[in-house]
């Protein structure tokens, strides 16, 4: 038996140009019969034109989330943004690439998707453009952004615990500072 | 010179266990704008989560909060089920609502027992602990602790619920329910909460649709989501309760949105006890492959949303989560709006925010 699968045509149409490569969209269905939707633009300027349509179409951001495919410490190759329209979600996937992670901001449509992307700036080293407000959301200012993401090997780490090293170049950085 | 003038709260605060700090713009005693800075308890749980396998990973998310507890494990067992495509007994799909339900009764009585303690009406905040006490009894009795349950697991539940213990459920929540009704008509109609709670930390309906809030506040502005309802999960298509949503768009249509709610849990756990089929509680994992799949469920604070990718081997590529206060913080840049000072920790209290799950 097929399952029908719910869905807005309006939202689903609206993307379907976003997506010409193969494979770029699939449907499924849990167990309780609730339906995600799952789009990959094919660049991420597309995220724009996507975000209007599922605006227009009075859909709710739910959730965004930053990933790679290959080590922990490594650039964020994807972003996944998760909408939800009367009890259906949306899954729009962007590739991002390669050093230079950007993607354009759509807190202007929706205005709560400022704390994620500025999560993502901070914890992730994702260069969001155009966002009405790029301060910092958990991170003070001295820190670089992305560093959380980056792997110390446990020698390093040691170091700061058991010699005084790490002490010493902070202290002359400090100097360094006008 | 410049009539306002910056004033710091926080981040240690006398309202709330937790650490966040409000940059407050007062003019005299009126707050003309809110800057929040947190990150004081980002602990990284989520580059931990891949860093453990998919069991252990239960443990871990039930810690992400301490009173939505069951609610994290709750969908991130919901999440890898929908990523293997396992689907939970019957049975488990019930013990899963009751642990869901006696946590939100719970839950909400916290937040309404601490706006008591707010205002400065010691008494009332007492005695909705004392009421409180008894689900927290039904808790360590039915799982053996009083916060994180450890009722979840991945295929379904860990603990099964006998029949003496659903019988014991029942009569507790017949011996509760009086004692909430008191403490609704208290709330609903004692002069000293309704001074400071009427027509405070307003919440227009609009602005709620535009930072896309959730739970009750959402609801306590008018706007009807209920994940329970909207996508229906686990036993709750089969069970008959009402989506409670309140207009007053302030403190007080909110706290009458959670009172209003234990009733409708109350109704739930009752009916859990009465119709959970016999049989087994938990179904076998199936082979891990490489995946992603998404789960949400409607936690005491509203919608919490999980993501996670698989990778073939037994710890997942990325899990992410977002809680329900990650939502509502903004709110309370609309919500203190030139509201007085002395309010700020009320209203702060009125979204139930929760820091450490907000930074995981």
Redesign the interface.
């Known amino acids: 038996m097929q399952d029908i699968i719910p869905g807005d045509a309006r939202i689903i149409e609206g993307i379907t140009p976003c997506c010409t490569e193969s494979d770029a969209i699939h449907h ?1 269905i ?3 019969g ?1 339906a ?1 939707h ?1 789009f990959r633009l094919d660049t991420p300027r597309l995220l724009t034109q996507a975000a209007a349509v599922l605006h227009t179409a009075g859909a ?4 965004v ?1 930053a ?1 790679n ?1 290959r080590q ?1 410490s490594e650039p964020m190759q994807e972003i ?1 943004y ?1 909408f ?1 329209a ?4 949306y ?1 729009l996937t962007v590739t991002l690439n390669g050093q230079w992670p950007t993607v354009p901001s759509i807190t202007p449509l ?3 998707a ?2 994620h992307e500025r999560e993502m700036m901070e914890l992730y080293g994702i260069q969001v453009t155009d966002h009405p407000n790029p301060r ?5 200012e001295e820190l670089d952004a992305g560093i ?2 980056e792997a110390v090997p446990l020698s390093i780490m040691m170091n700061g615990a058991c010699t005084t090293d790490l002490w010493e170049r902070i202290l002359k950085d400090k100097e360094k500072r006008p | 010179m410049s009539s306002t003038f910056t004033m710091p709260l926080g981040p240690v605060h006398v309202a709330l266990e937790e650490p966040v700090y409000f940059n407050l713009t007062v003019e005299g005693e009126t707050v003309r704008r809110v800057d929040l800075t947190s990150g004081h308890v980002h602990r990284g749980m989520e580059a931990m989560a891949t860093q453990r396998n998919l069991i252990m990973n239960t443990t871990l998310t039930e810690r992400v909060c301490s009173l939505c507890s069951n609610s994290h494990s709750f969908t991130y067992c919901m999440s890898v089920e929908n990523v293997l495509g396992i689907v939970i007994p019957e049975r488990a799909r019930y013990l899963r609502v009751l642990a869901e339900e006696i946590k939100r009764v719970a839950s909400h009585l916290f937040n309404t027992a601490i706006q008591a303690h707010i205002i400065g009406f010691k008494s009332l905040f007492m005695h909705v602990m004392e009421v409180r006490e008894m689900m927290q009894d039904v808790k360590e009795t039915v799982y053996g602790n009083r916060m994180n349950l450890a009722s979840n697991c991945i295929g379904g539940v860990k603990c099964d619920v006998d029949r003496k213990l659903l019988g014991y459920i029942r009569d507790m929540v017949a011996k509760m329910e009086p004692a909430v009704d008191e403490i609704r008509e208290i709330y609903a109609a004692n002069s000293m909460v309704l001074a400071r709670t009427k027509g405070m930390g307003l919440l227009p309906r609009a602005d709620a649709l535009r930072l896309g809030v959730v739970g009750p506040v959402a609801r306590g502005s008018g706007i009807h989501i209920d994940v329970r309802k909207d996508s229906p999960y686990a036993a709750y298509p089969e069970l008959e309760f009402e989506s409670i949503v309140a207009d007053g768009c302030d403190i007080h249509a909110r706290t009458m949105v959670r009172l209003n709610e234990i009733f409708e849990s109350f109704k739930l756990i009752r009916q859990c006890c009465d119709r959970v089929p016999d049989g087994p509680v938990t179904a076998p994992m199936r082979q891990i492959r490489t995946a992603e799949a998404c789960a949400r469920t409607e936690a005491p604070r509203g919608e919490v949303f999980y993501y996670i990718r698989t990778n073939g081997t037994d710890m997942p590529a990325r899990l992410k989560w977002r809680v329900p206060s990650y939502m509502n913080w903004e709110a309370l840049g609309v919500m203190m709006r030139d509201c007085k000072v002395a309010d700020v920790a009320l209203i702060t209290n009125s979204i139930d925010p929760c820091v450490s799950c907000t930074e995981r």
């Open positions: 499924s849990d167990t309780y609730n995600f799952w709710r951001l739910a959730m989330t990933y495919r922990l996944c998760h939800e009367k009890g259906t979600v899954n929706f205005a709560n400022d704390w910092r959301l958990f991170l003070d959380l993401n």
